[in-house]
């Protein structure tokens, strides 16, 4: 069973940064890719940025493309999601997600995902 621990959530102000951490237990993720989504109140889960575990090769949703950065660490078994220039409008739980399918380019796709975490609030003041 793959379980997924998000960490670094928390308040701050507009323009501020934050480091979300997702700690990635199991087998699958060796061979598969990982991810951010998130869900603002009322409104659907979004992705947000995933990795590939084999590869490293990136994806980020348009509204952070320049102000979020995805990685990842082996050792660790753990991915990152370094937010930069937050808004009010990044205000959100942020999941970490985890597909177990191989892939050299990671997928946006929320129905790819086989495992979830419980989430970490994020909330940006203006």
């Known amino acids: 069973q793959e379980q997924l621990v998000e960490s670094g959530g928390g308040v701050v102000q507009a323009g501020g940064s934050l480091r979300l951490s997702c700690a990635a237990s199991?087998?699958?993720?060796?061979?598969?890719?990982m991810g951010w989504f998130r869900q603002a109140p009322g409104k659907e889960r979004e992705f947000v940025s995933a990795?590939?575990?084999?590869?490293?090769?990136?994806l980020y949703a348009d509204s952070v493309k320049g102000r979020f950065t995805i990685s990842r660490d082996n050792a660790e078994n753990t991915i990152y999601l370094q937010m930069n220039s937050l808004k009010p409008e990044d205000t959100a739980v942020y999941y970490c997600?985890?597909?177990?399918?191989?892939?050299?380019?990671?997928?946006?796709?929320?129905?790819?995902?086989?495992?979830w975490g419980k989430g970490t609030l994020v909330t940006v003041s203006s």
């Open positions: 997600a985890l597909d177990t399918n191989w892939r050299f380019v990671p997928t946006s796709n929320l129905s790819d995902m086989d495992y």
């Open positions: 199991g087998r699958s993720f060796s061979r598969g890719a």
């Open positions: 990795v590939s575990w084999t590869s490293g090769r990136t």
